[in-house]
């Protein structure tokens, strides 16, 4: 069964406001915090493992609350009801008063839990209804590539746009020194987009039709039971490996582009433009890859070719201009990064048919929950190690200019590090059990002990 384009058009929409907002804040927020709000990387860091603390709790919460409400007032309200306090709360992020080092802390600190919150209430009811819109195997990696289309999109312009819109709002110079006024400007005009995107898809999708509850008390599994599940344990560690690469490179990009190849802020824009354009050119590439691979061979592929191209651009390319060697290995590099954005979102909906032959219940909200804690908490680790590293090597906050060894410690994260990560997970995809042979196999189980046809698989 596939849905109507305007419905996936829609639901791909709602990835424009998180993909906006969770990437920029996981790419720039460090840089921002550090040379325009003058906190110490360290403490810049600590305030990302601080505010996942709060969302250990809210995520699994959220995610149980929709399961349970979802037969009364669906998933979609929730993105009604959260927009604009999304909007608001990551305009708040960037705005930066002077409260002197020890006020910017903690400003940072209430406002990041803030958005995080505001982010857990729209997201996860968004995410859970792909299992939902998309029972089948197929269908399910369509849906989700016009959600990571429209992600990447977004993602493109979290990494690429801000070098341009802080500048050109302060008039130019360098982009370690400017001031808070772009910042600000550049929070407002994201959550305002972040904002209207939620709200387009709660407007046009259409909640799906559900089968009624059986009747008698319902004796709900503990939320921990859900990586009991097959498969669930693997994707989810293999999505918090993915997610802790890619945040690990996209938080240190802005230091190694300024300090370590020298480039001004338009030229920054460039690079990052080409990375994420490239990469939302190649979806379908991956598409018929998945179905001619599978998704852990796809994904695979995919993995291997972001860590090569990341590991190479950091050794060979020359400082000082944008050459034809830095574009090609940053096209190649967004060609890997389509597939590591895209398939393990797209492996994760065919988990929730086997948790529900596990525990009778069908626990979407519940399951995506848990891959939203885990995306907040490794983007957050892949920041905060990069807050010590920054501190460690000695990063002169303010200032492009840094020394030997501060450059190299960033060239250090930026290239070995997040590259051995994205090795790892490589390895890894080979743990998750699902095909589609058994994924039609758990839905024809499902669909006997209903007592119905089985879906198409």
């Not at 990041?112 to 859970?128: D, E, N, R, W």
């Amino acid at each position: 069964m596939k849905l109507p384009l305007a419905q996936r058009i829609a639901y791909g929409a709602s990835d424009l406001g998180a993909s906006l907002t969770f990437v920029a804040i996981n790419t720039w927020l460090l840089y921002a915090l550090v040379n325009v709000a003058g906190v110490p990387p360290l403490w810049a860091g600590a305030v990302f493992v601080a505010g996942r603390l709060v969302d250990a709790f809210t995520d699994p919460i959220m995610g149980v609350l929709g399961d349970r409400w979802r037969d009364r007032v669906g998933r979609l309200p929730f993105l009604r009801w959260g927009a604009f306090p999304l909007g608001a709360a990551f305009a708040a992020v960037w705005w930066a008063p002077d409260l002197g080092p020890g006020g910017a802390v903690a400003y940072a600190l209430v406002t990041f839990v803030l958005f995080g919150i505001a982010y857990t209430v729209v997201q996860v009811p968004t995410m859970a209804l792909t299992p939902e819109l998309a029972p089948d195997y197929d269908e399910r990696t369509a849906l989700t590539s016009w959600r990571i289309g429209f992600g990447v999109v977004a993602s493109m312009l979290a990494v690429a746009a801000p070098p341009m819109v802080v500048l050109a709002v302060v008039g130019g110079g360098d982009l370690a020194a400017a001031g808070p006024a772009g910042w600000r400007v550049l929070g407002v005009v994201f959550g305002v987009v972040a904002a209207l995107a939620y709200l387009t898809t709660a407007t046009v999708v259409r909640e799906p039709v559900r089968p009624p509850k059986p009747a008698g008390p319902v004796v709900h599994a503990p939320w921990w039971t859900a990586f009991r599940a097959p498969g669930y344990a693997s994707v989810w560690t293999l999505f918090l490996l993915v997610t802790l690469g890619i945040m690990t490179l996209n938080s240190m990009l802005p230091f190694f582009l300024e300090s370590a190849l020298e480039l001004p802020g338009e030229a920054q824009t460039l690079v990052l433009g080409t990375l994420f354009g490239v990469a939302v050119l190649s979806f379908p590439l991956w598409g018929m890859l998945s179905a001619r691979l599978g998704k852990r061979g796809a994904l695979t592929l995919g993995l291997l070719l972001l860590a090569g191209a990341t590991l190479t651009l950091v050794s060979v390319t020359p400082p000082g201009a944008v050459s034809p060697l830095l574009l090609t290995l940053t096209a190649l590099a967004g060609v890997g990064l389509a597939a590591v954005m895209m398939l393990p979102w797209a492996m994760l909906p065919d988990v929730v048919e086997f948790d529900a032959l596990a525990h009778g219940e069908r626990r979407e909200g519940l399951l995506y929950a848990l891959f939203t804690f885990g995306q907040k908490a490794a983007g957050s680790l892949g920041v905060f190690a990069n807050a010590l590293a920054a501190a460690w090597f000695g990063y002169v906050q303010g200032s492009a200019l840094q020394a030997p060894e501060t450059v190299a410690g960033i060239r250090l994260m930026t290239g070995p590090v997040a590259a051995g990560i994205f090795l790892i997970a490589a390895a890894w995809v080979w743990t998750y059990p699902i095909t589609r042979e058994r994924h039609a196999a758990a839905q024809a189980a499902l669909s006997a002990a209903a007592g119905k046809a089985p879906l198409a698989g």
